[in-house]
């Protein structure tokens, strides 16, 4: 079969169906096809296996700052860890890492399920369980969108990019929804092992994705691991539009994203539902964040990225901040919508700025760069959590949101180059 070529404006006639609209037009190229079906049940398996241990825990401690716990050591790995992996996938094969990523994924889920069917969880088994795939996680985050920039051409990345945060956040949605309801009806264990076939379907998806050569000019290179991520360090700094993604990116993960893993609290404790309206509740920033990146993949050219990035940012510092204050489980659903359509342009023109501005030899390590600042959300959950234990759950998200919603105003005064940047 002839190979199809791909264009960034009218899909080739040979591609799939799927493949043929203007919104999934990237999906003409074979191997981001698979990467992007894979990142599927990766995903959803990421959020439907969050759900379930901070549930878990909340069950077994009836704490907000244990549940809150979860969020922290899931992410605990990505500052430090998104970095060292930044900077060798600018080295190493990249397929390599993420083989790596999801092999560690399938492992743990599968070590965690038999603890859950032996009936011998403990909260430090669910701490354990979380830092470990938090580690695949952190490796999976920067390798994975450098993967798929090496797959495509630039024309397409701003839609691939879209794409992919569709796949996030959708799956989010899915994730979250699938397992409150699942966890009503089938109970934990049932539903955790749920997870290990996602898996090892996902691995064998990524098996089928051809490697991509190392860059040569970095492959090797004597100077080694800590100097390859103080350059990535440096040169994202000293890219005006990098370090205002990078600022914005830190105060979003500190203030406004542990949000998430204060959602069981909020349900049981200020709207009175159960796991399964849980589930329906906490998928609805998926929805928003799907409806928004699909808006964006269908766009031919998409201008004023920096403006777009910006814009999404504000929305969902205000989204959680009217969240927190809604006190209603009817009132919330809205809001979290709100913060979803934030979500789509924040983290799809992220990705894309991150991946694009920078030089093929450098595309890594800027990744890293903007995984050391989502690494910083365990912070932000910490100190959300020891929050909540003081003050309640709705005013800790309140007056952390509006913190945020202050600070945004003045990073967007002081870095025009990012407003401006196309």
Request: net charge positive; hydrophobic share 55%.
């Amino acid at each position: 079969m002839a190979e199809v070529r791909p264009s960034p404006l009218t899909p080739d006639a040979r591609a799939p169906w799927y493949a043929r609209s203007r919104t999934t037009r990237s999906l003409q190229v074979r191997d981001w096809r698979v990467l992007w079906m894979a990142g599927h049940l990766w995903h959803v398996a990421f959020w439907a296996d969050l759900f379930i241990l901070s549930w878990v825990v909340l069950e077994l401690t009836d704490s907000p700052f244990k549940v809150s716990l979860v969020g922290t050591f899931r992410l605990l790995p990505m500052g430090i860890l998104g970095l060292i992996a930044g900077s060798q996938a600018d080295r190493v094969s990249k397929k390599g890492l993420l083989l790596l990523a999801q092999g560690i994924n399938l492992s743990v889920t599968s070590g965690f399920f038999v603890i859950l069917a032996l009936g011998l969880v403990q909260d430090w088994h669910v701490y354990l369980a979380a830092a470990l795939t938090g580690t695949a996680w952190a490796i999976d985050l920067p390798v994975r969108r450098a993967f798929i920039r090496d797959i495509l051409p630039e024309q397409f990345m701003a839609n691939a990019m879209a794409l992919d945060v569709a796949s996030l956040t959708g799956m989010a949605m899915i994730g979250r929804w699938l397992a409150g309801g699942l966890l009503t009806l089938a109970g934990v264990t049932v539903t955790y092992g749920l997870l290990i076939p996602i898996y090892v379907i996902g691995l064998l998806l990524l098996l089928s994705v051809p490697g991509r050569p190392v860059h040569t000019d970095v492959a090797g290179d004597p100077g080694g691991l800590l100097q390859g991520i103080w350059e990535g360090m440096v040169y994202t700094w000293r890219n005006k539009v990098l370090r205002g993604v990078v600022i914005i990116t830190v105060f979003v993960n500190v203030l406004v994203f542990p949000y998430i893993q204060l959602t069981p609290v909020f349900a049981r404790d200020v709207f009175d539902v159960g796991p399964a309206l849980l589930g329906l509740m906490s998928g609805m920033d998926g929805f928003g964040a799907l409806v928004g990146t699909m808006v964006l993949a269908s766009l031919v050219l998409v201008r004023r990225r920096g403006a777009i990035f910006i814009t999404g940012s504000l929305f969902m510092g205000i989204g959680a901040l009217l969240f927190g204050l809604s006190g209603s489980f009817a009132i919330a659903i809205p809001w979290l919508v709100v913060i979803g359509l934030g979500t789509s342009g924040f983290a799809t023109m992220q990705m894309t700025i991150a991946v694009t501005v920078p030089e093929p030899a450098m595309r890594g390590r800027a990744m890293g760069a903007v995984a050391f600042g989502i690494g910083l959300l365990p912070l932000g959950m910490l100190y959300m959590g020891l929050l909540a234990e003081w003050i309640g759950a709705p005013s800790a998200l309140a007056y952390s949101a509006l913190s945020y919603v202050v600070i945004l105003l003045a990073v967007i005064l002081t870095q025009p180059v990012l407003r401006r940047f196309s």
